[in-house]
């Protein structure tokens, strides 16, 4: 499976999550804004869904245009955005429930998932498996704030990255594995 190609032409996604993506970078919201509304998804302040095709090929298009450094901040600033249980008070807990949160804006059909593969406190790391069609930098910039906002205790700093090590999404493959090491 490539980047940027939905599983299938019938999902859709909620603006409801883009719209505060594109508020959390305002040095680029105006660009950013017009290259969604290229790709036919305006009006993104209202609760409305679009083709998931159509934020692909904007992410697509902000990548190509503006470079996949501002992909990583979207997904960053996506993670504000995202609503998690009370309950959820820690980053294995956190990183287990990701994929019901994303699911909850998406419709009418497979979009990917995202799976915690394992976690271990002793050694300070995690490891998630992201298959959908997102691009890779999104998806690390998801894993970054999400790490960030529910931190171990221990931790003072967190990392993510992508295990270039095996098969992932940017050279075709169809998902891609990170680590998340915490010290």
């Known amino acids: 499976m490539a980047q940027y190609i939905a599983f ?3 999902v859709e996604v909620s603006t409801n999550l883009i719209s505060s993506i594109i508020a959390a970078i305002p040095q680029q919201e ?17 609760s409305d869904w679009f083709a998931q095709q159509k ?12 470079g996949p450094h501002l992909l990583f901040e979207m997904g960053k600033a996506m993670f504000e955005s995202l609503s ?35 976690f271990d406190r002793r050694k300070k790391e995690a490891r998630v498996e992201c298959k959908n069609p997102y691009p890779c930098y999104l998806d690390r910039g998801i894993l970054t704030g999400l790490s960030r906002g529910f931190k171990p ?16 999404r940017l050279i075709g493959a169809e998902s891609s594995i990170y680590s998340i090491l915490w010290v």
């Open 55 to 66: 934020f692909l090929n904007s992410y697509k298009e902000v990548a190509q245009n503006l």
């Open 30 to 46: 105006q660009k950013v804004r017009n290259i969604f509304a290229r790709n036919g998804i305006k009006n993104i302040q209202t």
């Open 8 to 10: 299938s032409p019938k």
């Open 84 to 118: 998690f249980p009370e309950e959820i008070r820690t980053l294995e807990a956190a990183l287990n429930h990701l994929d019901v949160v994303l699911q909850q804006s998406h419709r009418e059909g497979q979009s990917g998932y995202y799976r915690l593969l394992s």
């Open 153 to 168: 205790s221990d931790a003072s700093l967190i990392n993510v990255q992508l295990d270039s090590n095996l098969p992932h």
